[in-house]
T-cell receptor, first 116, second 112 residues
């Protein structure tokens, strides 16, 4: 069975510093995708970054990068130069290819608070 | 483009009542999904659809039904509401398997 684990319920970071949010996954699929979403206090789900299992380079999107370590089955999100607006809940999610349905499995999330 | 829209934004139901949560997307996406998010938790898949006329169960389908008569609409029906269905419901769509899912703003449902 596929599973996503986020072991950090809450994190604090000082403004302008970098922070890493942990995500480990379990799957028997050879082809899969990993996503990170941000959920601010307003509640909407905002897509941040995607990493495919066959991508050789780590994904980057502006201040977001994904530290993908396939052998360790980890897909940590790195946010550089934190801003107050980064305070939110962050979810790691995985898509397997079984059934070609695009279904996502989510972790429990990590709440990030950025301190001024 | 409005993206993914959901109505209503909030709803309070009494135990045993029924209701339909509406979801519409204007991006011509084939793939649509319904998730629920319980307080402090991640999202869990209720039902999904890979195209008009095709639906299937997700991880937590009990107490819900869906239909997909058009590409744009994917309503979620709650029959005989129970307190355990108190949650925030998100609808999402994607153009292809493997592409990011676009989420609606959510419906906050309370069953008392």
């Amino acid at each position: 069975a596929q599973k996503i684990t986020q072991t950090q319920p809450g994190m604090f970071v000082q403004e302008k510093e970098a922070v890493t949010l942990d995500c480990t996954y379990d799957t028997s699929d050879q082809s899969y995708g990993l996503f990170w979403y941000k959920q601010p206090s307003s509640g909407e789900m905002i897509f941040l970054i995607y990493q495919g299992s066959y991508d050789e380079q780590n994904a980057t999107e502006g201040r977001y990068s994904l530290n993908f370590q396939k052998a360790r089955k980890s897909a940590n999100l790195v946010i550089s130069a934190s801003q107050l607006g980064d305070s939110a809940m962050y979810f790691c999610a995985m898509r397997g290819v079984s059934g070609n349905t695009g279904k996502l499995i989510f972790g429990q999330g990590t709440t990030l608070q950025v301190k001024p | 483009n409005a993206g993914v829209t959901q109505t209503p934004k909030f709803r309070i139901l009494k135990i045993g009542q029924s209701m339909t949560l509406q979801c519409t997307q204007d991006m011509n996406h084939n793939y649509m999904y319904w998730y629920r998010q319980d307080p402090g938790m991640g999202l869990k898949l209720i039902y999904y659809s890979v195209g008009a006329g095709i639906t299937d169960k997700g991880e937590v389908p009990n107490g819900y039904n869906v239909s997909r008569s058009t590409t744009e609409d994917f309503p979620l029906r709650l029959e005989l509401a129970a307190p355990s269905q108190t949650s925030v419901y998100f609808c999402a769509s994607a153009s292809h398997v493997g592409y990011e899912q676009y989420f609606g703003p959510g419906t906050r449902l309370t069953v008392t």
